[in-house]
């Protein structure tokens, strides 16, 4: 008998064909990719803030880029971006020094489209009503897609109120740190029209304790702000090292200072500072982080000597909201995805969004993310109100405790919506790997989590008003549901007793956090929403894991508001 394969028999029957053709199966029960939809109108929440604090005016604006984040290219970019591993460059072929870091072109690609769009400088360029809140809701957006290329925007956006401290410094800078455009040439800045910031703080002896930094600063000439110094020493952390200019600490004779430091000198010789090598990160990998040595490096001074920790942290303040809103992005896209798989995968004969368990999940997790978004965009709009004393006070402290909540809070988000989409979830070409080994970064850096609470300490004890004003905008939902109502007033009076009070500072950060949420969400959101918050979040209802929503809750509804419609 001849047993060899025939593969194209002439007259074969339907099994004979589905046997020699390898017709395994059919793929059905699969959903589609999450791409092509527009990140602004599918997002009811969102833009819900956006007119609540105060942006309606560039409602196109968002619409327009919420359609371009949302594109398959654009998303495409992101992943592009994060699977080709960053090389450093320390020398050129013929030897010289060049500390040139190459990207792939997709990170280029969505650094333009980020300072195309002014991620770095619409507040500052445009201010008035909205303009922080405008700015936060295309951020949310961007980061989305990718947040590691986020860093440098960030550092260049939150660089201007340091740079400010030195008036006659900021002038030759300003308007290049402010340029809607994106050059990456590793040239001398004079030669650019736009520029980017970094900054360098953290040295191997400590981070949060900057004050142990070890880097000296030599005057060349007359000292003080303003004038020329060349640093000496090491940065154990320097993010985004390509920038053109980075804001660095370092000690002078007078003290811990804050200096200006470009990566060429004024004579378009390179400047004496070098990348060691490239950090080896969990996540955040298409940014790149690096060791550097200032060997001389040319600087000059911004603000006063021997005041740098409170001239660079009016930079940090502006890169802590950051953190905030690029976590609440990331909750938002972790939900999303989770959303949408189950809104097309069925399990048991059933869509998995239909059923109870994962509606309970599901929901719990939409309520995490729509809490840390609208308490982000309120205290977008605390920054675009500065000159009212109540939202001055209020964004010092909703600063820090939002940005140690929120933080936190995304790590076992992402994990969480991962598990909602099974084994794929965990699948390298779907985007839940990434938010996830994203997730812990924003809560470690720019002040890690009881940094974030101690500093909510130190504003309580220099300004004891930020409390007043915490608790007078958390206290507008009083009376419209009680188990709200207890919680304000038991972390109220937990303020009076300020034994151990560090021991128990997240404890009470936590509270702070919630409180806040909750008002926001009682007053603005969906009833279901605040009604599932305040039962799930401000009374003890046992239960650690997401999906603890009790009894009675209007799952659905909390569901179909997070729920982008796509396919
Ligand atoms: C991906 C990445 C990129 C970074 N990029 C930059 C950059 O561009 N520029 C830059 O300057 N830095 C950068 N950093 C450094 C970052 O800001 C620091 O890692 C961070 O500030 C913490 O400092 P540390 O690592 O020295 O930890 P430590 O200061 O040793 O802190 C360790 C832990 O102790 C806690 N802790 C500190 N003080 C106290 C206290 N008094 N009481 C209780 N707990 C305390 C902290 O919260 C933290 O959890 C980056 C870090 C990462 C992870």
Redesign the pocket.
């Given at each position: 008998m001849n047993t060899a394969r025939q593969p194209y028999p002439k007259t074969p029957d339907i099994g004979e064909a589905d046997r020699f053709l390898a017709t395994t199966h059919e793929v059905f029960n699969q959903p589609s990719a999450l791409e092509n939809y527009n990140l602004f109108e599918q997002d009811t929440a969102l833009q819900e803030a956006v007119h609540r604090e105060g942006a309606s005016a560039a409602l196109n604006d968002l619409k327009a880029f919420g359609a371009l984040a949302g594109a398959a290219d654009t998303i495409a970019l992101g992943f592009l971006a994060n699977n080709n591993k960053l090389v450093l460059h320390t020398h050129d072929r013929f030897g010289h020094r060049i500390d040139d870091v190459e990207f792939h072109p997709a990170y280029h690609e969505l650094m333009r489209m980020a300072f195309e769009n002014g991620l770095h400088s619409s507040p500052w360029t445009n201010p008035g009503k909205g303009a922080h809140v405008a700015r936060a809701a295309k951020y949310y957006m961007h980061s989305q897609i990718e947040a590691a290329h986020c860093?440098p925007v960030t550092?260049t956006f939150a660089a201007i109120p340091s740079i400010h401290k030195q008036p006659e410094l900021a002038k030759g800078w300003e308007q290049r740190i402010l340029a809607n455009s994106y050059d990456p040439r590793n040239i001398p800045d004079s030669q650019k029209a736009s520029v980017t910031i970094?900054?360098?703080?953290?040295e191997k002896q400590?981070?949060?304790?900057v004050r142990a930094n070890s880097t000296k600063a030599f005057a060349v000439g007359t000292e003080g702000p303003g004038q020329a110094y060349e640093l000496v020493g090491h940065?154990?952390?320097?993010?985004?090292p390509m920038c053109d200019a980075f804001l660095v600490?370092a000690q002078a004779r007078g003290g811990l200072s804050c200096f200006l430091m470009p990566r060429w000198r004024p004579d378009g010789s390179k400047n004496a500072w070098q990348i060691q090598q490239l950090?080896s990160?969990i996540g955040?990998v298409a940014?790149a982080?690096s060791e550097v040595e200032l060997r001389g490096a040319l600087a000059w001074m911004v603000g006063e000597e021997g005041r740098g920790v409170p001239t660079i942290i009016e930079m940090v303040a502006m890169t802590r909201f950051d953190c905030m809103i690029g976590s609440s992005a990331g909750m938002r896209q972790a939900l999303a995805q989770a959303t949408h798989h189950c809104r097309h995968r069925s399990v048991f004969g059933d869509r998995l969004i239909d059923q109870p368990l994962m509606q309970n999940v599901l929901a719990d997790l939409a309520l995490e993310s729509e809490a840390a978004m609208a308490y982000t965009m309120r205290v977008a709009r605390a920054m675009d109100n500065q000159h009212i004393e109540q939202e001055r006070l209020l964004a010092r402290l909703a600063t820090p405790v939002g940005k140690y909540w929120i933080c936190k809070r995304t790590p076992n988000h992402a994990y969480e919506a991962m598990e909602c989409i099974g084994g794929s979830g965990v699948m390298e070409d779907c985007i839940m790997p990434r938010l996830f080994r994203e997730s812990p970064?924003n809560a470690?850096?720019?002040?890690?989590?009881?940094?974030?609470c101690?500093d909510t300490l130190r504003a309580l004890q220099k300004e004891p008003e930020t409390l007043d004003a915490f608790f007078k905008e958390a206290a507008e939902a009083k009376g419209a549901d009680h188990r709200f109502d207890r919680f304000l007033a038991q972390l109220q009076n937990d303020f009076a007793d300020t034994g151990d009070i560090?021991y128990r500072a997240r404890n009470l950060v936590d509270r702070m956090a919630l409180a806040m949420q909750g008002s926001l969400l009682i007053r603005h959101s969906d009833k279901a929403v605040a009604d599932a918050f305040c039962a799930s979040r401000l009374q003890d209802a046992g239960g650690m894991n997401y999906g603890n929503l009790p009894s009675g809750t209007d799952a659905a509804a909390i569901i179909k508001r997070a729920t982008p419609v796509v396919g």
């Amino acid at each position: 008998m001849n047993t060899a394969r025939q593969p194209y028999p002439k007259t074969p029957d339907i099994g004979e064909a589905d046997r020699f053709l390898a017709t395994t199966h059919e793929v059905f029960n699969q959903p589609s990719a999450l791409e092509n939809y527009n990140l602004f109108e599918q997002d009811t929440a969102l833009q819900e803030a956006v007119h609540r604090e105060g942006a309606s005016a560039a409602l196109n604006d968002l619409k327009a880029f919420g359609a371009l984040a949302g594109a398959a290219d654009t998303i495409a970019l992101g992943f592009l971006a994060n699977n080709n591993k960053l090389v450093l460059h320390t020398h050129d072929r013929f030897g010289h020094r060049i500390d040139d870091v190459e990207f792939h072109p997709a990170y280029h690609e969505l650094m333009r489209m980020a300072f195309e769009n002014g991620l770095h400088s619409s507040p500052w360029t445009n201010p008035g009503k909205g303009a922080h809140v405008a700015r936060a809701a295309k951020y949310y957006m961007h980061s989305q897609i990718e947040a590691a290329h986020c860093c440098p925007v960030t550092m260049t956006f939150a660089a201007i109120p340091s740079i400010h401290k030195q008036p006659e410094l900021a002038k030759g800078w300003e308007q290049r740190i402010l340029a809607n455009s994106y050059d990456p040439r590793n040239i001398p800045d004079s030669q650019k029209a736009s520029v980017t910031i970094g900054m360098a703080m953290t040295e191997k002896q400590g981070g949060s304790d900057v004050r142990a930094n070890s880097t000296k600063a030599f005057a060349v000439g007359t000292e003080g702000p303003g004038q020329a110094y060349e640093l000496v020493g090491h940065k154990w952390f320097v993010s985004a090292p390509m920038c053109d200019a980075f804001l660095v600490l370092a000690q002078a004779r007078g003290g811990l200072s804050c200096f200006l430091m470009p990566r060429w000198r004024p004579d378009g010789s390179k400047n004496a500072w070098q990348i060691q090598q490239l950090k080896s990160k969990i996540g955040n990998v298409a940014n790149a982080s690096s060791e550097v040595e200032l060997r001389g490096a040319l600087a000059w001074m911004v603000g006063e000597e021997g005041r740098g920790v409170p001239t660079i942290i009016e930079m940090v303040a502006m890169t802590r909201f950051d953190c905030m809103i690029g976590s609440s992005a990331g909750m938002r896209q972790a939900l999303a995805q989770a959303t949408h798989h189950c809104r097309h995968r069925s399990v048991f004969g059933d869509r998995l969004i239909d059923q109870p368990l994962m509606q309970n999940v599901l929901a719990d997790l939409a309520l995490e993310s729509e809490a840390a978004m609208a308490y982000t965009m309120r205290v977008a709009r605390a920054m675009d109100n500065q000159h009212i004393e109540q939202e001055r006070l209020l964004a010092r402290l909703a600063t820090p405790v939002g940005k140690y909540w929120i933080c936190k809070r995304t790590p076992n988000h992402a994990y969480e919506a991962m598990e909602c989409i099974g084994g794929s979830g965990v699948m390298e070409d779907c985007i839940m790997p990434r938010l996830f080994r994203e997730s812990p970064v924003n809560a470690i850096w720019e002040g890690s989590g009881n940094v974030q609470c101690l500093d909510t300490l130190r504003a309580l004890q220099k300004e004891p008003e930020t409390l007043d004003a915490f608790f007078k905008e958390a206290a507008e939902a009083k009376g419209a549901d009680h188990r709200f109502d207890r919680f304000l007033a038991q972390l109220q009076n937990d303020f009076a007793d300020t034994g151990d009070i560090q021991y128990r500072a997240r404890n009470l950060v936590d509270r702070m956090a919630l409180a806040m949420q909750g008002s926001l969400l009682i007053r603005h959101s969906d009833k279901a929403v605040a009604d599932a918050f305040c039962a799930s979040r401000l009374q003890d209802a046992g239960g650690m894991n997401y999906g603890n929503l009790p009894s009675g809750t209007d799952a659905a509804a909390i569901i179909k508001r997070a729920t982008p419609v796509v396919g």
